[in-house]
């Protein structure tokens, strides 16, 4: 409840980016009803082998992997990612405080945890959503696009490009056929195009995608990673904020969910022979079933003839509404008077 006492929070981080989004999601939700006073400590296990040993020999404190203890009292305990799931537990349950896990479980059974986050069903731990939690939301992203962008006054897409992972293997040609169509659709849809990559694009592959966008005439805006410590560029939200459609490739789940999470219409993409695993696979194929995205599947795909009602955007709210189904769950612990 807003307006009472601020919960003390205590999220356990490692250094992986994409577990700290889905927390950041997490907190963004609950904090559309409760005050939070959020701790940060940083989980480490050096050696690392000490990852797979600890949680198995009884009496090791929870300190061999913190970089420090947590202070005061707590009310809830939160992370995502293995190399959190043993202290997770642990801290919770010598506080006698709820917590929540963004992973899959390794060392901890499921009654270790109070809720278990997830885009699957599964036990009554298990709470399943609609996407993987991230800061991002429409609001967000317009406000963005205003600031970053605001001097761009046409129609655009926006294009996230990933690289190999997730079961996805791309070749040159792959590449090639998928940017060639983008860039074939766009000029059908009367749009101009915002371009993004990742680390995984490589900096070969991104020369090279770099260099047929740009002989388009197409291309408004290319942000490409190699680059990103050179210029100024514009950041994802922005890209996101401005564009009327979103096309991101298959092997980057975190991009899919944060252009679903922006409330904008997402179609997917992914090399012609390869795919996604069995676990991306299924989550997307949740979302397509949802409506929140659309797959392009093959490179002869015709995005600009799909109408609007092909899609069915996420709440604006989406964020207070995961907040609610949260604290649903932990209301008995954590809102104590």
């Known amino acids: 409840m807003k307006g009472n006492r601020k919960f003390h929070v205590c ?39 000490l990852r797979t040993l600890v949680p198995r020999v009884p009496g090791f404190p929870v300190a061999v992997c913190l970089d ?12 995502a990612g293995g190399a959190t799931e043993w202290p997770n537990a642990k801290i919770a ?18 009654s270790s945890f109070t809720v278990l986050p997830r885009i699957e069903s599964g036990s009554e731990r298990v709470l399943e959503m609609d996407l993987v939690p991230s800061e991002m939301e429409s609001a967000m992203v317009a406000e963005a696009a205003a600031k970053e962008l605001g001097c761009l006054k046409e129609r655009y897409w926006a294009v996230l ?10 070749t040159r040609e792959d590449l090639a056929k998928q940017a060639r169509r983008i860039i074939e659709e766009a000029r059908k849809a009367g ?18 995608l770099r260099e047929l966008f740009e002989s388009s005439g ?23 904020g401005k564009a009327e459609r979103v096309i991101v490739t298959e092997d980057s789940a975190s991009m899919v969910n ?30 397509e079933s949802k409506k929140r995205i659309v797959r392009l599947r093959g490179c002869h795909w015709n995005l600009a003839e799909i109408p609007e009602n092909q899609w069915m955007l996420i709440e604006q709210d989406w964020h207070r509404l995961l907040g609610a189904r949260l604290l649903a769950r932990i209301k008995p612990s954590l809102l104590q008077p």
């Open 93 to 110: 349950r010598s506080s006698g405080v709820p917590n929540i896990y963004l992973g899959s479980l390794r060392t901890c059974s499921e």
């Open 191 to 208: 749009v101009r195009l915002m371009v993004t990559d990742s680390r995984r694009t490589g900096l070969g592959n991104e020369d090279y």
């Open 161 to 170: 490009l990933g690289g190999d992972g997730s079961g996805c293997v791309w």
């Open 68 to 79: 420090r203890s947590p202070v005061g009292p707590l009310d809830l305990v939160v992370s």
């Open 11 to 49: 999220w356990l981080m490692d250094q992986r980016p994409g577990h700290l989004t889905k927390v950041k999601g997490v907190l963004k939700a609950l904090a559309c009803h409760i005050d939070l006073d959020v701790e940060r400590i940083q989980v480490a296990w050096k050696p690392r082998f």
């Open 218 to 240: 197409l291309l408004e805006v290319g942000a490409w990673h190699a680059r990103r410590d050179m210029e100024h560029q514009p950041g994802i939200p922005a890209l996101l």
């Open 258 to 287: 944060e252009a679903v999470a922006a409330g904008k219409p997402v179609a997917t993409i992914s090399p012609e022979i390869s795919g996604p695993d069995a676990l991306v696979a299924g989550m997307l194929d949740r979302l």
